[in-house]
T-cell receptor, first 117, second 114 residues
Framework: AQKITQTQPGMFVQEKEAVTLDCTYD???????LFWYKQPSSGEMIFLIY??????QNATEGRYSLNFQKARKSANLVISASQLGDSAMYFC??????????????FGKGTKLTVNP | GAGVSQSPSNKVTEKGKDVELRCDPI?????LYWYRQSLGQGLEFLIY????????KSGLPSDRFSAERTGGSVSTLTIQRTQQEDSAVYLC????????????FGPGTRLTVL
């Protein structure tokens, strides 16, 4: 079963508007972490924001905020005041334990965001 | 400071040849990860190193894949007898090793097996 689900293969937004990228997750571990990464066409994965399962408040980093709804197991990324440079693939990821006892990131399939001028 | 670096940025090889991919983590980061990104499978965890502990190899897809990390710093991912399905972007990431700390990724190595 998919651990991280991103239901939007592609999204379009007008420059200066806000956009929400959806992410739902599945875990039975009470302690987990959720991450969002941006991958521009250059290929590098850029960390955007982190939300811990015990964090009381939604995470924010500049124009990025995370709408964390624990009961719904959703961690949507909100980008405010979109810029042309925001056009990229966006990946939601969850930290989980490996079979070997360490930790890894499990990624969703990604959402391709296009910001239109 | 310098981020995670990987070399080569692109590698084209013939089926059956061995390849080595290199990763230089951020200085002071004790945790190092290898991931593979391919069109069909998305991003997959391969292997994890933490300090001097034995690596977690639970994500390696076959025994043709191996990795080592020398002196707790530079890591090399080796793929023996490459197959066409090994074609992918291989990403390396490092972190401080603190639970919840974000992983910083390198630019990746794009491997093409002909």
């Amino acid at each position: 079963a998919q651990k991280i689900t991103q239901t939007q293969p592609g999204m379009f937004v007008q420059e200066k508007e806000a956009v929400t990228l959806d992410c739902t997750y599945d875990t039975s571990d009470p302690s987990y972490g959720l991450f969002w990464y941006k991958q521009p066409s250059s290929g590098e994965m850029i960390f955007l924001i982190y939300q811990g399962s015990y964090d009381q408040q939604n995470a924010t980093e500049g124009r990025y905020s995370l709408n964390f709804q624990k009961a719904r197991k959703s961690a949507n990324l909100v980008i405010s005041a979109s810029q042309l440079g925001d056009s990229a693939m966006y990946f939601c990821a969850m930290r989980e334990r490996t079979q070997g006892g360490s930790e890894k990131l499990v990624f969703g399939k990604g959402t391709k965001l296009t910001v239109n001028p | 400071g310098a981020g995670v670096s990987q070399s080569p940025s692109n590698k084209v090889t013939e089926k059956g040849k061995d390849v080595e991919l290199r990763c230089d983590p951020i200085s002071g980061h004790t945790a190092l990860y290898w991931y593979r990104q391919s069109l069909g499978q998305g991003l997959e965890f391969l292997i994890y190193f933490q300090g001097n502990s034995a690596p977690d190899k639970s994500g390696l897809p076959s025994d043709r894949f191996s990795a080592e990390r020398t002196g707790g710093s530079v890591s090399t991912l080796t793929i023996q007898r490459t197959q066409q399905e090994d074609s992918a972007v291989y990403l390396c990431a490092s972190s401080t090793g603190t639970r919840g700390d974000e992983q910083f990724f390198g630019p990746g190595t794009r491997l093409t097996v002909l």
